[in-house]
C-alpha cells in the first residue's frame, strides 16, 4: 500500500465529486470508520489496520473532516499517554438515490453514506411503456425525494457545497447538497460497464437503449445501471451477509421474473460481458412450456407457472432444483431469497428451496450438509438499497465486482 495521504483527492465540490475520493487508502480509511459507528475509531487504529503510516492517515483524516465526512466522536482511554481522540464517519455527509424498476412498479429510496433508508417513494409502473414515460417517472420519484428529505425546494436552490443551482422540480439534480447521484436496477439482460440494456425478458423494445446515458443527460447526475438481482447482491454483500469479504452465496429474486445475484469473495460476479446470473433462464426441462425469453422449459417459465396456479409449493421445489444446481456447479456458501413472490410466503420457500438442497446432500453425503437457505433481509425495498450501494460502495473500496 502507499504511504501518500491520498492521492489524487481533490476538495469536494458537490455531493456528485464526492466520487473524487476513490483513492484506495481513502477507502480504506472510509471503510474503516464506516465499520466502526457511532463508537468512532483512533487515528491508530487507522493506521494500524490499514497498514499505513500513522502520518498518511493524519492527511487523510484531516482532509476528510475539512469536507465534513469525519467527525470526533469523542476520546478512548489510551495503554500509556493522553487520551486517544477517535473519529466516526458523519452519515449525512453523503447520499444516493436507489431506484428499482420492476415490471409493474418503480421502487426509490434515498440512503445516506451508511445506507441508511432515509426516504421512499412506490408507485405503478408499466416498463414497456417506453423510454419518455419510464425516465419521467424515474426524474419524478427521484426529485420528489431529494426535495423532501434533503430540504431542497421546489424551483431553484444553491447547493452549500457545489455553490450551482439544483433545479429539482424541472427533474435535474445537478448541485444538490450532498447528492452522490442515482443507481438504478431492473430486469436484465443489459451491459452493466455501458449502462446499454438488451433485450429485457418480455420487453424486447428496450433493446440497445443507453439508459445510464439518458438519465445521466436528463438529471445532471452521475448514474450507474444494473440488474436488479446484481444490485441486491450487492447491497448484502456490503451488509457482510455469506461471511464478509471472504464469503460466496447466490440471491435468488423471485417477483415478476425469476434472477440471481452472485458473489465470490464479497464481490459481485458480472462476467466478462455482464451477463452472470440469467439464472432464470437455465431450461430444466426439455419442451417445456413457452418462456418469454423465446426459449422452453426456462426455470423461470416453470415457476412463474406454478405461482400463477396458486401452487407455491411446486413454485419453491423448482426454485430448489435451480438452487441445486448452482450449489453444485459453484459450491457456495449460502442461498438467500428475496423478491415479492418470495416475501409473500418466506416459509414456504425456504423450506422447499431448502428441502431440494437437503436432498441433494444426502445423496452426495457431504460432512458438511446442505449448502443453507434463509430469507434475504431488507425485505421488497432491498433491490432498491443495492442499487443505492452502486454509487455507495466504491467510496469505500467496494462494489467493484468481477
Not at 98 to 111: I, S, T, Y
Not at 121 to 128: E, H, I, M, Y
Request: proline share 4%; charged share 20%; net charge neutral.
Amino acid at each position: 500500500m502507499r504511504g501518500g495521504g491520498g492521492g489524487g483527492v481533490r476538495a469536494v465540490a458537490g455531493g456528485a465529486n464526492l466520487l473524487a475520493l476513490r483513492s484506495h487508502n481513502t477507502a480504506l480509511v472510509l471503510d474503516l470508520l464506516r465499520s466502526a459507528g457511532t463508537e468512532g475509531i483512533s487515528r491508530l487504529e487507522l493506521a494500524e489496520r490499514t497498514g499505513l503510516t500513522p502520518q498518511a492517515v493524519s492527511k487523510i483524516t484531516a482532509r476528510l473532516r475539512a469536507e465534513g465526512l469525519a467527525a470526533d466522536a469523542g476520546r478512548r482511554a489510551s495503554t500509556g499517554g493522553k487520551p486517544r481522540t477517535v473519529l466516526r464517519l458523519v452519515p449525512e455527509a453523503g447520499h444516493a438515490v436507489g431506484v428499482h424498476l420492476d415490471r409493474d412498479e418503480l421502487r426509490a429510496v434515498l440512503v445516506d453514506l451508511v445506507g441508511t433508508v432515509v426516504g421512499e417513494r412506490r408507485s405503478p409502473l408499466d416498463l414497456g411503456a417506453g423510454a419518455p414515460a419510464v425516465l419521467e417517472g424515474v426524474a419524478g420519484a427521484a426529485g420528489e425525494l431529494v426535495a423532501e428529505v434533503l430540504g431542497v425546494p421546489g424551483g431553484h436552490t444553491g447547493g452549500a457545497l457545489g455553490g450551482h443551482a439544483a433545479d429539482v422540480e424541472g427533474g435535474r439534480l445537478a448541485g444538490v447538497p450532498t447528492l452522490l447521484g442515482l443507481g438504478v436496477a431492473l430486469p436484465g439482460p443489459l451491459d452493466h460497464a455501458r449502462g446499454v440494456l438488451h433485450r429485457v425478458t418480455g420487453f424486447p423494445e428496450w433493446d440497445g437503449f443507453p439508459l445510464r446515458d439518458a438519465l445521466t443527460r436528463r438529471l445532471g447526475v452521475p448514474v450507474v445501471v444494473d440488474k436488479d438481482t446484481n444490485a441486491a447482491a450487492l447491497g448484502l454483500a456490503v451488509a457482510g451477509e455469506g461471511g464478509g469479504e471472504g464469503g460466496s452465496f447466490a440471491y435468488l429474486h423471485l417477483g415478476t421474473g425469476l434472477g440471481a445475484g452472485l458473489v465470490f469473495g464479497g464481490a459481485v460476479h458480472r462476467g466478462a460481458r455482464t451477463g452472470a446470473g440469467e439464472f432464470g433462464h437455465q431450461v430444466v426441462q426439455l419442451d417445456g412450456p413457452p418462456c418469454t425469453c423465446g426459449g422452453r422449459g426456462c426455470i423461470e417459465a416453470l415457476c412463474l407457472g406454478a405461482v400463477a396456479r396458486g401452487d407455491l409449493a411446486e413454485a419453491a421445489r423448482v426454485l430448489g432444483a435451480g438452487a441445486t444446481n448452482l450449489a453444485g456447479l459453484l459450491d457456495i456458501d449460502l442461498v438467500l431469497l428475496g423478491g415479492r413472490t418470495v416475501a409473500a410466503a418466506p416459509d414456504v420457500f425456504v423450506s422447499g428451496v431448502g428441502a431440494v438442497l437437503d436432498a441433494r446432500a444426502r445423496r452426495e453425503g457431504g460432512r458438511e450438509g446442505a449448502v443453507p437457505v434463509r430469507i434475504a433481509p431488507g425485505g421488497t425495498r432491498g433491490v432498491a438499497q443495492g442499487a443505492a450501494q452502486l454509487l455507495l460502495a466504491p467510496l469505500f473500496g467496494r462494489g467493484e465486482g468481477h
